[in-house]
């Protein structure tokens, strides 16, 4: 499956790296969710989503039991969608991913880290709750210097697939092609 997004096409991995690009603030680039060569990790975080969607096309959060998703549980943050305020506020922010960028943005909404950072993470965030499919991309870590990342964006129902209320954000320094340091 291919998602677009207003400044670039969705590449594959390959691609990407063959022609590097130079993320600046406002950037990411859009990658294939279904290509063959995205990180291990982040290829089997993908197909754990599909394997556990429902009926509706998503999977319920019991199937996100933390006990299910070992393999994952530093790597992920997750964002409940408040409609009152149409935004989301981080509920659980992986360990991996605050040792990554030096920040734990727990308790704080989506347009904060918009604020902070000039960053279009809100827009993603309800792009993947009204598509209702996993978003892939490469964002850039402002915080410290480690360049680009490979960020996961899975949307999850706590109503037995009625809505994407959650969605489940991973994290993986490095980029493509390569497992994620633990």
């Known amino acids: 499956m291919k998602l677009f997004r207003w400044c670039a096409p969705s590449r594959s991995a390959r691609e990407v790296r063959r022609h590097p690009l130079h993320l600046q603030k406002n950037a990411s680039a859009r990658l294939d969710s279904a290509g063959g060569d995205l990180n291990p990790q982040a290829a ?31 790597y992920i943050s997750i964002y409940e969608y408040e409609p009152a305020k149409d935004d989301f506020r981080n509920r659980l922010e992986g360990s991996y991913v605050a040792d990554l960028t030096g920040e734990n943005w727990t308790g704080h909404y989506a347009s904060e880290v918009d604020m902070r950072f000039g960053a279009r993470f809100l827009r993603d965030l309800k792009e993947t709750r009204v598509q209702r499919v996993p978003l892939v991309d490469l964002v850039q870590i402002f915080q410290n210097d480690y360049g680009v990342a490979l960020r996961v964006m899975l949307p999850v129902s706590r109503r037995s697939g009625r809505e994407a209320d959650q969605i489940f954000v991973a994290i993986f320094a490095g980029g493509v092609g390569q497992p994620a340091v633990a």
């Not at 089997?44 to 998703?69: K, V, Y």
């Open 44 to 74: 089997r975080l993908i197909s754990f989503w599909h394997a556990n969607r429902l009926e509706t096309g998503l999977p319920d959060r019991q199937s996100f039991d933390p006990s299910c998703m070992t393999e994952w549980l530093g």
